[in-house]
């Protein structure tokens, strides 16, 4: 294509005039003066041949004389003009004409929609930011077509980089329409017409502003020269590079009388610096070409909504209620209503919900804005009938109650219905309606299938003594019960046998079957807990849920068995210990040496949620006739195996336990206000086993009141008694004494409460639970290279805010090898405000995958874990605000356009240019780069697409023309010039002889 029209012509032209006359006194003259001697010199021949054929024509008559003079006057002529030199010039005439650049950007983040979709209006019915610069381009009589009244207009495409393939619309030419604009955005077969018009412009296709490759529905029938046509569209659109991109094109086109740079972009620059677009901002404002710049895309905080976590326990027992959380951010919806379903799917029909619960609630302010709503399922709304059979009479166990200590809930209760849940998989899925300025194709966001197994198996329960004290009888029995007509506990036993003997106590009654009474501790640890052997089954501790261990003697388990227990627990086992004055204090003796007890032990010292004291150094001699309450710093009303007493619902566990220790007119507390003295109890424990102190990671859930019992590191604190702490997956409680089966001196229900509720509380972790204490906020997904918010509420065990010194972390779990960032992060107090036990942090994610986040509430033990999803960052498309700021620094000051227009468009224009916007950054976004100092206080050429059609109107026409001489062809010397003139002398001559004359 040439740069400038070119026209090439050729004209005659003498020679001899053109050289200099050289005369004498004169030097060099021009070389017309040439004609003041031939003209004269002509006239004399002239004159000579008309004087001489005027005296022959009196004997030849005026008719041959005429002719003869002719003759030989065209003999003259021919012999004057041939010294003048004839020839033929050429000429070439270059027309140079100013022009306009318009160049656009194409890149994928012009796929995007920002009009709001209101009034039932569908996404895919909203244009594209590429659709609304279609849009001006082929608008009848707009833009373009404006703009090629005054200056023809070069467009070129960019994105990654500049495409070479650029369209050239002529001044008055032809413009394309938009079917025209739209043919170009599909990749054309080789055969396929290009659009009307199109043979004028020098471009190979396919498309030109967005080709859109989604269309190419099978790749593998393109031909080479396609696929690579379609590769090369993939990697422009794949970024953006606004600075280099825009500088390759000025700094070619920069000599060819540029009249303006239009850029179409929504400044998005996801490559490239931000100082490339400074400098070439400088360098057209020294050259004096304004750089016009047309802001696609609407600025305004995005408006999401996510589902962030639907929170649900993984197993449920039918008879007890269950939680359903779910939690959700908006961003951009703070202080806004938003209303949250539930879909409750019951087993065996995942179809047709069962119910839908809705609840409206706000987003609170936050980072980002948050809702959470929760949702009980609880047999009584959800279950259905089951009946429980009566007790028997021959079940009931003689004990030791006093007769005025009998109540009326200890007789055998008759037959009663009661609700269950559905036994299977129940189905939760929670929705959210879009938000009406939200861009989003569906009508609602809806949360992935959430399970909870709800199931009637059997509590597998292993009771593990080393004697078979009071409260181990009890307890069996208890167990037993629970096993035989109820079904609710798997039971196993195991006693140990007597020490120095390896024979085991068999002979006994233990109420099981004898295959139940194990002659050795399990032996095994099975992921599988299904062999089909009896003997295999018993033998596999993974095939237990709860071990009861009463004083156990830990020293006859071997080293192996010891660390399957440690894993076991782990891995979600639960354990409980009722500690003793036998075998209890084997574990708090000193080791020999470092490969002594002590080390062998480790595994179930590390379990223990208390630091054991040896008896021996405090010496011990309790009384028998002075009992002690128990005081409740740690419990709380979540922990049910405390609430003893269910025949008043408004009862608490701490009036229940007053009752016990008091009797039916207790009115005070478990726990003493301060400064309160108590008086003694009726009733209550009398010996505890001594503990240095409990580990920093446990819950001191109730302590020994006797003053002589207080630590000895710390006098002030009562002994520990009731101890709880997490391992891994499971949990390990410690009873200080096995005294509970006192309980039944009051009522035999409360003693079969608290363990009935205790087993299941400790057999199966947090089943069925929820924790309340550790209440994160942040996404479920994220982007590689992007930082991570997190925002987690910590509550104490009284469920009030912790103290807002504490330092909690958080622990990772990266993807597979991933290793590229650190595993714990420190979270620091949220500043400002009432506290409220709000924690935040960031961590940055480099790499895509699922990772795991452990939160670890201060002070309670309590953890919970949250799994969230990194992507792969797509630069084009993970943000797609425009940049006006950017945009800003790019567009030329106007003073030099405003200078060349008239006033009113001069007032229009300073109406329509935008004043300079700092975009708010986006969540993750990376800190912004130091920008070069730009004068703000000057309007600069920066406009919207809805007043971008008076940019036509700043542009003027120049026009430059240029001759230059070309190639000389000599026409004198040819040979016809020569034969004219020796033909007409011969001619001449020949008549002269014929007519004799002389």
Not at 235 to 259: A, H, K, P, Y
Not at 597 to 619: C, G, H, S
Not at 678 to 705: C, E, H, M, Q, S
Not at 742 to 766: D, I
């Amino acid at each position: 294509m040439n740069d400038s029209n070119l026209n090439q012509f050729t004209e005659g032209v003498y020679r001899r005039l053109e050289r200099p006359l050289k005369l004498p006194g004169f030097g060099e003259v021009d070389g017309h003066y040439w004609w003041l001697i031939l003209i004269p010199l002509l006239i004399v021949a002239v004159v000579y041949v008309i004087l001489m054929y005027i005296r022959d024509g009196r004997s030849i008559g005026w008719s041959w004389a005429a002719f003869l003079g002719v003759c030989r006057c065209g003999v003259y002529g021919i012999l004057a003009w041939a010294f003048l030199m004839p020839a033929d010039q050429t000429w070439n005439e270059v027309r140079k004409e100013s022009r306009v650049l318009v160049i656009c950007d194409i890149s994928r983040s012009f796929d995007t929609r920002d009009e709001i979709p209101v009034g039932g209006r569908r996404i895919e019915d909203i244009p594209t930011r590429q659709d609304q610069v279609i849009k001006l381009m082929a608008e009848k009589d707009g833009f373009l077509k404006k703009m090629l009244e005054t200056n023809p207009v070069y467009t070129y495409r960019f994105g990654r980089f500049v495409d070479e393939n650029y369209l050239v619309f002529e001044k008055n030419g032809t413009y394309w329409t938009r079917d025209q604009w739209e043919d170009r955005l599909r990749p054309r077969k080789n055969d396929e017409p290009a659009p009307e018009g199109a043979d004028r412009l020098s471009v190979n296709w396919p498309g030109f502003l967005q080709p859109s490759i989604k269309e190419v529905e099978d790749e593998a029938k393109l031909d080479e020269d396609q696929k690579k046509q379609l590769d090369r569209m993939r990697r422009l659109r794949g970024g953006t590079n606004i600075g280099d991109s825009v500088s390759t094109v000025f700094n070619r086109e920069m000599n060819n009388m540029l009249q303006g740079v239009v850029v179409i972009t929504d400044g998005r620059n996801t490559e490239g610096t931000r100082q490339a677009v400074t400098e070439l901002a400088d360098r057209a404002q020294k050259n004096k070409i304004p750089i016009f710049v047309i802001a696609v895309g609407e600025d305004r905080p995005p408006i999401r909504i996510e589902i962030a976590d639907v929170r649900a326990p993984d197993v449920a027992r039918p008879d007890d209620p269950f939680k359903i959380q779910v939690n959700a951010k908006g961003d951009g919806l703070p202080n806004q209503d938003v209303t949250i379903n539930v879909d409750i799917y019951k087993p065996g029909d995942d179809k047709k919900p069962f119910k839908t619960v809705t609840k409206t609630v706000k987003f609170k302010p936050g980072t980002p804005p948050r809702a959470e709503v929760e949702i009980e399922i609880s047999p009584e709304e959800y279950g259905e009938e089951a009946t429980e059979k009566p007790a028997k009479p021959e079940d009931k166990k003689p004990d030791d109650k006093k007769p005025d200590d009998k109540k009326a809930d200890d007789k055998p209760a008759p037959g009663k219905k009661s609700l269950e849940l559905a036994e299977g998989e129940w189905i939760f899925v929670a929705r959210i309606p879009k938000d009406k300025q939200e861009i989003f194709p569906d009508a609602e966001h809806k949360s992935e299938k959430v399970k909870v197994n709800v199931r009637k198996r059997p509590l597998r329960v292993l009771l593990f003594a080393s004697a078979p004290t009071r409260d181990y009888q009890f307890i069996r029995t208890l167990m037993v019960r629970e096993a035989g007509e109820k079904k609710r506990v798997d039971l196993c036993i195991h006693l140990q046998p007597i020490p120095n003997s390896s024979t085991p106590r068999i002979g006994h009654v233990q109420d099981v079957d004898p295959k139940r009474l194990l002659k050795s501790f399990p032996g095994q640890l099975k992921d599988s807990t299904d062999e089909p052997d009896e003997a295999q089954r018993f033998d596999n501790l993974g095939s237990y849920d709860l071990i009861i261990a009463f004083d156990p003697d830990w020293s006859q388990l071997s080293d192996t068995d010891l660390k399957h227990v440690e894993k076991w627990v782990e891995n979600g086992g639960g354990l409980i210990v009722l500690a003793g004055p036998i075998n209890t204090l084997d574990l708090a003796r000193p080791g020999v040496n470092p490969g002594g007890d002590r080390l062998k032990f480790k595994p179930i010292l590390d379990l223990y949620p208390v630091i054991l004291e040896d008896a021996r150094i405090k010496d011990l001699e309790r009384k028998t006739d002075e009992p002690f309450r128990l005081n409740f710093p740690g419990a709380t009303d979540e922990m049910e195996f405390l609430k003893l007493n269910e025949e008043d619902e408004k009862a608490t566990y701490r009036a229940s336990w007053d009752e016990f220790f008091d009797g039916p007119a207790a009115k005070g507390e478990a726990s003493p206000k301060p400064g309160e003295v108590r008086p003694p109890p009726l009733r209550g424990f009398f010996n505890y086993y001594p503990v240095k102190r409990a580990k920093d990671k446990a819950i001191v859930i109730a302590t020994f009141a006797d003053p002589q019992a207080n630590l000895a590191e710390s006098k002030d604190k009562e002994m520990p008694y009731l101890v709880t702490a997490t391992a891994g997956k499971g949990r390990v409680f410690w009873i200080g004494s096995g005294e509970t089966w006192r309980l039944r001196q009051y009522r035999e229900a409360y003693h079969e409460r608290f363990w009935t509720k205790l087993t299941r509380f400790v057999g199966a972790g947090n089943a069925g639970k929820l924790s309340q204490r550790i209440d994160p906020n942040m996404g479920q997904f994220f982007l590689a290279n992007t930082y991570v918010p997190v925002e987690v509420k910590f509550l104490d065990r009284d469920l009030q805010p912790v103290d807002k010194n504490v330092k909690p972390k958080i622990t990772l779990k990266l993807p597979g090898a991933v290793n590229d960032i650190p595993k714990e992060y420190d979270l620091k107090a949220r500043p400002g405000g009432e506290w409220t036990g709000w924690f935040t942090g960031r961590f940055l994610v480099k790499s895509p995958g699922e990772y795991e986040i452990t939160f670890e509430g201060p002070g309670t033990g309590e953890t919970y874990v949250r799994k969230f999803i990194v992507k792969e960052s797509d630069p084009e498309l993970d943000n797609t605000r425009p940049d006006y700021d950017l945009m800003y620094d790019l567009a030329s000051e106007a003073d030099g356009v405003l200078n060349r227009v008239n006033d009113q468009t001069r007032k229009d224009l300073l109406a329509r240019l935008l004043k300079p916007v700092k975009a708010e950054k986006a969540e993750g976004d990376a800190p912004a780069e130091p920008k070069e100092n730009v004068n703000r206080d000057k309007p600069h050429l920066l406009f919207e697409l809805k007043n971008a059609d008076i940019i036509p109107s700043c542009m003027t026409a120049q026009l430059q023309e240029e001759k230059n001489r070309g190639k000389v062809h000599d026409t004198w010397d040819n040979h016809w010039l020569l034969a004219a003139a020796v033909g007409l002398l011969a001619i001449e001559w020949l008549t002269r002889k014929l007519l004799r004359l002389a």
